[in-house]
């Protein structure tokens, strides 16, 4: 299968160049490998290669030697070579010498000395729209953050197709596959990490029943501000199973450390009124795909739910967000307060520029939509910090153009880097 570059890789040779080493993490299977191939020139895998203990029981320092940058792949694995790296960057003085790779972080017993002045760290997502050639990237998040976008104007795409691509997600291995080879490989997915990767990564059994439980509640409860009390409350009426209090935070702060699970976090703006801000963060699946696998939900099923479909859109909006803020040295928000306004998405650059996004699948919603948004920029007070540089509403089935009213309606097929 032809390789397909990633948004990713500007940031990674910058961080190659600035660092001795660059640490890539992203849940498994969203392409972290393949990518880091592209630059490496050795490679060292940590879970494959049957001498690696044996290596790291006599001189470890030996699985270093090779031609750089040299990869070091699941390095979690042994997560010991973090620190022998660590020492070998600091004796080198050169930069680029080393790229690990890792589905996990390891667990809080393993004692790792600071990577600071060695490390760089890349967090890596499924394939975007964009990247995947479902988005011209026409609209450019740059843009929007800068506040100087250009008239335009782009056709609508189907509601099918919206749905085909929450099935599939964006997985590399299936790029080219049809429906129902995805949604078996998407199940296996969750099936392993149900009983298997929960286990290994936590170094205790869990109980595969019970993280598929909780892993469902997620699911229906996606990109929404759902608690833990809310959670264990849904597992125990939805799934006739008990997560105790400890157990479910125990599960989640797994699903996290597998890079699974994604906490939107909460902006904290300057406003006139006397609302106090929510803090909770909105949660996310890693990739909207797996929401569907673990739910078993089809196509079909998707269709005749467009009420939950919506919230799957929300989360792949989100999703899309991500990776483009990522590429503009910006991160991904949520506004919500106590007198019930809410905004999906506040992207705010390291300089405080920022911009506010709505999500809809369909042009239904939009009018409501640009009124949160004015009612989120009538509250800012300007007298400690600045209007949004955009505000606009992110669209499924509906066309991309600019509102008189200055708010921009957005494709999602349209939206990038």
């Known amino acids: 299968m032809k390789y397909i570059r990633r ?19 992203g849940p498994k299977s969203c392409g972290k490998t ?97 990247e995947l050639g479902y988005s011209t990237g026409k609209v450019k998040l740059g843009d929007l953050l800068k506040g100087n976008l250009d008239h335009y104007y782009e056709p609508e795409i189907s509601l099918e197709l919206i749905i085909e691509r929450l099935c599939i997600g964006g997985w590399p291995n299936l790029i080219g596959e049809n429906e129902r080879n ?38 229906r409860n ?22 105790s209090r400890n157990t479910l935070s125990d599960y989640l702060d797994t699903l996290s450390r597998l890079m699974i ?11 006139r009124s006397s609302a106090s801000l929510r803090k909770s963060p909105k949660r996310h699946l890693c990739d909207p795909s797996l929401a569907v696998a673990v739910l078993g939900l089809t196509k079909e099923s998707l269709m005749k739910d467009i009420k939950y479909t919506g919230f799957l859109f929300e989360s792949l909006a989100i999703h899309e967000l991500n990776v483009y803020a990522k590429a503009n040295d910006a991160q ?10 809410e905004v999906d998405a506040i992207v705010q650059k390291r300089n ?9 699948l369909g042009i239904g919603f939009i009018d409501e939509a640009a009124k949160n948004l004015k009612n989120f920029v009538a509250n800012i007070d300007t007298t400690k910090m600045d209007l949004p540089k955009t505000l606009n509403i992110i669209t499924g089935t509906g066309m991309s153009y600019n509102r008189p009213d200055g708010i921009n309606v957005i494709s999602l097929a349209s939206l990038g880097v």
């Open 7 to 25: 948004i990713i890789e500007n940031e990674l040779l910058g961080k190659m160049d600035a660092s001795g080493a660059l640490l890539i993490k």
């Open 34 to 130: 393949a990518t880091a191939k592209q630059y490496a020139k050795s490679v060292l895998e940590m879970d494959r290669d049957p001498q690696v203990p044996v290596m790291m029981a006599t001189n470890p320092k030996l699985l270093l030697n090779g031609n750089t940058p040299r990869l070091i792949d699941e390095w979690q694995e042994q997560p010991e070579i973090w620190n022998y790296v660590r020492h070998e960057v600091d004796d080198r003085k050169s930069k680029g010498q080393f790229i690990l790779t890792g589905s996990a972080n390891p667990t809080d017993d393993v004692k790792l000395h600071s990577g600071a002045g060695r490390f760089t760290v890349l967090q890596m997502d499924t394939m975007s729209w964009q």
């Open 182 to 219: 995805a949604f078996n490989m998407n199940r296996s997915y969750v099936d392993l990490l149900c009983e298997v990767d929960m286990s290994r990564t936590s170094g205790g059994r869990r109980d595969p029943q019970k993280v598929r439980s909780l892993l469902r509640s997620l699911a």
């Open 222 to 243: 996606v990109a929404t501000l759902v608690d833990n009390r809310t959670l264990e409350k849904d597992v125990k009426m939805n799934e006739s199973n008990d997560l």
């Open 261 to 271: 699970l994604y906490e939107q976090p909460a902006f904290n703006p300057h406003i």
């Open 332 to 341: 991904v928000f949520h506004y919500s307060d106590s007198f019930g306004y």
């Open 352 to 360: 405080g520029d920022y911009a506010a996004f709505e999500i809809k």
